[in-house]
């Protein structure tokens, strides 16, 4: 399905600080970026942007899309200033089917427009995703386009509506009939496209389809742009995070990932990052000595920061691949590999005991089951968090953590023992827990 945006008004509330408001920046990428790449990842691979207010910048900055690997054509409106409808109906030569209509300044979650795009609309009717949560600190209420409806059905809509249950999140999937409400509209000398909606409202072809909570915001100004911000680095925090996650590296990685985001940094360079502070955190275990021993503490717990920066940034950025997960992962395996294999040595040299190495790969081995068990698990965790539980979650942040304590406090061979003993019994706590978790499934 092809989608149109809206990118022709001059946004004057954010102009005095950027112009042409689609190219507002955030975390590295400009808004109308976020857009394009949200649909993209919604499987939408074709778009049409209407350009009017600074056209020739928004269309050499954004291109023919292949940069971000779709297509990208553009339809100049010379009558911006009139309103966004007027921009929505000179696109009416250039979709003779059903579209995905996108405001260029509306973030937005992208399994929004995955849940719109699996409706079987009727003929010649328009939806529209609409957020029954009128009270979200997301919203500016005074602002927003307000929503009024029964049963799926929209009655009325517009800023100033008195009686209403929803907000017009801008998010719409359209028949071409659309343009004849349009040419009503705009014929009665109203230019907006909220107009053009109320008409085809009247007619009883605006539906409504409920967002169910997902993300998105309105950014009419520097206030909602901060408040887009906060929303999107709130969104990093992830309910499998661990406690030294949640308490601690969440709090550092953000911090580095959103002034990392303002530089051509990629998820994968972090990944490598956090990967060479392991070795040398394994190198630094490996040499001996108390002072080495610290710093090789020091640059294992800030590989675990790092190790989160590089799933923020891909978010942030909107850069996630399946191949950035898999090196993740891999690279993470060695690197626990190496720090234990470090701490294992460095123990040796001080007992020169057969029972050091086997204690190592207890811990060694224990450290992989933990990650080898952990997707099965997160997938249990996230369940029941949606029940409003928190089960405990043993992961690599902590085993990091108490590496870095046991480096502080000289105790390698005891931080050993700690590894070897608390991950193969949270392995073996996992396997009863998931265990029981298949019976009930497969009984009901």
């Not at 929303?231 to 990685?253: C, F, V, Y």
Request: net charge positive; with cysteine; aromatic share 12%.
């Amino acid at each position: 399905m092809e989608a149109l945006i809206i990118a022709a008004g001059k946004g004057s509330r954010l102009s005095p600080y950027y112009s042409p408001k689609p190219l507002t920046p955030i975390f590295g990428l400009c808004l109308i970026e976020h857009i394009i790449l949200r649909a993209k990842m919604a499987g939408v691979s074709r778009f049409k942007i209407v350009v009017g207010y600074k056209a020739k910048r928004i269309m050499k900055k954004i291109g023919t899309g292949d940069k971000y690997g779709v297509k990208i054509d553009y339809i100049f409106n010379p009558d911006w200033e009139k309103g966004n409808g007027v921009s929505v109906y000179v696109a009416k030569d250039y979709f003779k089917e059903n579209f995905i209509l996108l405001m260029s300044d509306h973030l937005f979650d992208e399994r929004i427009l995955k849940e719109l795009m699996k409706v079987d609309p009727d003929h010649n009717s328009c939806y529209l995703c609409v957020d029954k949560n009128v009270q979200g600190d997301h919203l500016n209420i005074r602002d927003a386009t307000k929503v009024s409806q029964k049963d799926g059905r929209i009655s009325e809509i517009g800023k100033d509506l008195a009686g209403f249950n929803g907000i017009d999140t801008g998010i719409f999937l359209c028949s071409p009939f659309i343009f004849k409400a349009l040419e009503k509209s705009i014929a009665q000398g109203e230019y907006s496209f909220s107009a053009g909606n109320n008409i085809l409202a009247k007619w009883g072809k605006l539906k409504a389809i409920n967002i169910n909570q997902h993300f998105w915001i309105d950014i009419d100004d520097r206030e909602d742009l901060q408040k887009a911000k906060k929303i999107l680095t709130r969104q990093l925090i992830k309910p499998t995070d661990g406690p030294i996650s949640r308490k601690l590296n969440r709090r550092l990685s953000v911090w580095i990932s959103t002034k990392l985001c303002q530089f051509n940094v990629s998820p994968n360079h972090l990944t490598l990052l956090s990967f060479l502070l392991a070795l040398g955190s394994g190198a630094f275990f490996l040499a001996g000595g108390y002072l080495r021993i610290v710093i090789g503490g020091f640059l294992a717990q800030f590989s675990s920061i790092i190790d989160g920066c590089d799933g923020e940034i891909a978010r942030l950025k909107l850069k996630q691949s399946k191949f950035g997960e898999f090196l993740d992962r891999t690279l993470d395996r060695y690197a626990d590999g190496f720090i234990v294999l470090g701490i294992t040595y460095a123990c040796f040299r001080l007992m020169s005991s057969p029972l050091v190495w086997i204690i190592g790969f207890l811990a060694l081995i224990g450290s992989f089951m933990n990650s080898y068990t952990a997707l099965q698990y997160d997938r249990f965790i996230t369940s029941k968090i949606k029940e409003n539980r928190r089960p405990v979650r043993f992961g690599r942040d902590i085993r990091l953590f108490i590496i870095f304590l046991g480096a502080l406090l000289n105790q390698l061979f005891f931080t050993l023992i700690i590894l070897s003993v608390i991950t193969n019994v949270e392995s073996i706590r996992r396997l009863f827990i998931l265990r029981n978790e298949y019976q009930i499934i497969q009984s009901s």
